[in-house]
């Protein structure tokens, strides 16, 4: 199953196997081989009532070709990212917009997009690290200058360099650069964003 953001209404994508039980607050829809999948994400956005948007694969499509059809009609960004630990397993995350988050940014041309994560750790947080391996893609979509955006982030498992330090990049909106323990991750997880508790929760179960 993927997701998409919009905000904090989902839109999930699954095949047959793969769907949940249907909440009173979900619609599932299933479209045929036919269906126009472009239209989809344009529904979710201007539909504020589904809270919860199940779209079935049509049988004998693969996910990435429905995932291709589907985002045709939007603007698509690719960005990297860290959930950096240091070596007393805190976890780095940054506070911009009265929110807090995880360093990330938008893929360079031609960057290949594990550099790219490593990259904007440091040049959001300070913090030179090393990736280990991807721990989860995040996609989540929104407007900007009249156009419909899916931003796709692959967030890396990363571990700082000893004597790492801290400097958030406050011109890009950053006001604060912490190392979060364990007992405080609840905290900050109240007050960010949707794919942010699925990139932790990627973490906490391997």
Not at 92 to 98: A, K, S
Not at 108 to 118: F, N, S
Request: charged fraction near 30%.
């Amino acid at each position: 199953m993927q997701n998409i953001y919009f905000k904090k209404r989902i839109l999930s994508i699954c095949g047959a196997e793969e769907i949940p039980a249907v909440a009173d607050e979900s619609i599932l829809l299933r479209p045929d081989a036919d269906y126009d999948l472009s239209k989809i994400p344009f529904m979710m956005e201007d539909n504020l009532s589904f809270q919860h948007l199940i779209v079935e694969i049509p049988s004998g499509m693969s996910e990435e070709v429905f995932m291709d059809k589907m985002l045709s009609g939007v603007k698509k960004i690719n960005a990297g990212g860290g959930l950096v630990a240091d070596k007393d397993g805190n976890w780095l995350m940054i506070y911009r917009n009265g929110t807090w988050d995880l360093p990330k940014g938008m893929q360079e041309e031609g960057e290949d997009i594990a550099v790219t994560a490593v990259r904007e750790v440091a040049e959001e947080s300070g913090v030179e690290a090393d990736t280990e391996d991807l721990l989860k893609i995040t996609r989540h979509a929104y407007r900007m200058y009249g156009s419909l955006n899916v931003k796709t982030i692959w967030w890396y498992r990363m571990k700082a360099k000893e004597n790492a330090s801290i400097r958030p990049q406050t011109e890009e909106g950053i006001e604060k650069c912490e190392w979060v323990t364990p007992e405080d991750l609840d905290y900050r997880l109240a007050n960010t964003y949707p794919s942010i508790v699925d990139v932790f929760e990627a973490a906490l179960k391997k």
